[in-house]
């Protein structure tokens, strides 16, 4: 009986992919009284705790970080936010890193005018779904990260430093190209 065990088989698949997508659903958690933000991380330093301003009068529905990018999943940590913020969008810098909700990850070159900071401990209580050691913001409440200068320079540091040998070898023959051409 083919079809019966295709019905079967189909549903089973239904009812299991239900059931994952259901397991798959972290909803937040309120960070234990020992988690906290990272004071430093990948160049960005921690500068407390920020309104979202989706619902503030005059915002028209713009988010705190906008025209950047936008990261959410179960595995979400401070890091991993810092990380995909740190890698920039279309060769814009993202000066700003923010953690929402637990789970969801905010980059902009710029803070938005309208946000204010809030009482960190009041607002930003939500454990890092992909670690409960960590905050990862609140409800409507961002945990905020804003690159540091001092990070950029070690930055351009570590790139001038990383070029091998070849790599001025290459540069020195293009230019002869170049003058050539
Ligand atoms: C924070 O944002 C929410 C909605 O995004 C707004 O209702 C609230 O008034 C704001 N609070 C402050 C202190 O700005
Ligand atoms: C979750 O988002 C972070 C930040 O964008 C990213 O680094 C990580 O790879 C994502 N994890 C999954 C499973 O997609
Ligand atoms: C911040 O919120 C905490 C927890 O609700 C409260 O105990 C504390 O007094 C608040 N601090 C300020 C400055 O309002
Ligand atoms: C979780 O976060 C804590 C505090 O930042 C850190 O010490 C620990 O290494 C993290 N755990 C993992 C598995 O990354
Ligand atoms: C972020 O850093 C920039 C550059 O140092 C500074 O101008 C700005 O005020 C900082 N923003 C916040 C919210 O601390």
């Known amino acids: ?13 239904l009812f299991t992919s239900v059931l994952a997508q259901d397991a798959s659903i972290v909803n937040p958690t309120t960070a234990a009284p020992s988690a906290t933000a990272l004071a430093t991380a ?3 330093t921690y500068v407390g705790c920020w309104n979202e301003t ?7 529905g713009a988010r705190a970080l906008s025209g950047g ?5 179960n595995t979400m940590t401070v890091s991993s936010c810092l990380e995909y913020c740190s890698q920039g969008y279309n060769g814009a810098t993202m000066q700003y890193a923010g953690l929402e909700y637990g789970r969801e990850c905010y980059c902009g070159a710029y803070l ?3 946000s204010e ?3 960190e401990s009041a607002r930003c209580i939500y454990a890092c779904d992909g670690n409960s050691s960590q905050v990862c913001g609140g409800a409507l409440a961002l945990t905020l990260y804003n690159l540091t200068s001092d990070s950029k320079t070690g930055i351009a540091w570590s790139l001038v430093s990383a070029q091998p040998a070849w790599y001025s ?6 230019l ?3 003058a050539v051409l």
């Open 69 to 73: 990018m936008t990261s959410a999943n």
């Open 42 to 44: 990948k160049g960005y």
């Open 169 to 174: 070898a290459a540069a020195l023959v293009m």
């Open 54 to 60: 989706v619902g503030v009068a005059n915002s028209n």
């Open 1 to 13: 009986m083919p079809f019966p065990f295709a019905v079967f088989l189909f549903l089973t698949l």
């Open 117 to 119: 900071k809030l009482n």
């Open 112 to 114: 938005s005018a309208l």
């Open 176 to 178: 002869i190209v170049a």
